[in-house]
């Protein structure tokens, strides 16, 4: 089975088309036993690469416990981004049996429903839930949108890759604009339509 993206009313054809070219690349390089797609609710930005969540910064005033605001936490060992509930639109996932990929309708829920502080994501480490995965979240609304943006974990043991990149549509044509944690050239050369 291909493994892919199936298209919904509010992509645009052509980038969901190098998307599924790119996907596809990224599945040949790692060759992952497990694969996991993400439909994210509008377009989200660099920040989100290797971000945690929130945690409390607490500090003691003589024996008093004071709790101060929140911070935002980029984890070193990777955990699964805490969008919010609402924003992920679907999973979409496939494992590996033999040499080849087959959907997975009863794989594990990576973004859980019910909302939760972001804090509980703080361990909530990709290197836990498999020695073999690769993890994309991509964003929606991209025929209606000239912008869309792309995260990708991806772990193999005790190695974890992650990278960024956002796309801009000129007209009809999507180009790469932004990359982060990956060189250009790996994702013009994985996204068939990416040229800057």
């Given at each position: ?27 040949n ?11 994210i609710d509008?377009w ?31 984890r ?5 981004p ?5 924003r ?86 999507w ?10 050239n ?11």
């Amino acid at each position: 089975m291909i493994v892919n993206v199936p298209q919904k009313s509010s992509d645009d054809p052509i980038f969901l088309t190098a998307l599924n070219g790119m996907l596809a690349n990224l599945v040949n390089v790692h060759q992952p036993t497990e694969v996991y797609f993400f439909r994210i609710d509008g377009w989200f930005d660099h920040k989100w690469l290797r971000y945690s969540g929130k945690a409390r910064v607490a500090f003691y005033y003589g024996q008093r416990r004071i709790d101060t605001a929140l911070d935002a936490v980029w984890r070193e060992k990777l955990t699964f981004p805490p969008f919010n509930p609402n924003r992920v639109l679907e999973q979409i996932s496939f494992q590996r049996i033999s040499n080849e990929y087959r959907r997975n309708s009863n794989a594990r829920t990576i973004h859980s429903p019910i909302r939760s502080h972001s804090a509980k994501n703080l361990q909530n480490r990709v290197a836990e839930f498999t020695q073999s995965g690769l993890f994309v979240w991509f964003s929606s609304d991209t025929g209606r949108v000239d912008r869309a943006s792309v995260l990708s974990y991806a772990v193999e043991g005790d190695s974890a890759q992650s990278w960024f990149a956002s796309f801009r549509k000129n007209g009809s044509i999507w180009r790469l604009h932004r990359v982060k944690g990956i060189d250009e050239n790996y994702v013009q050369t994985w996204f068939p339509l990416g040229h800057t």
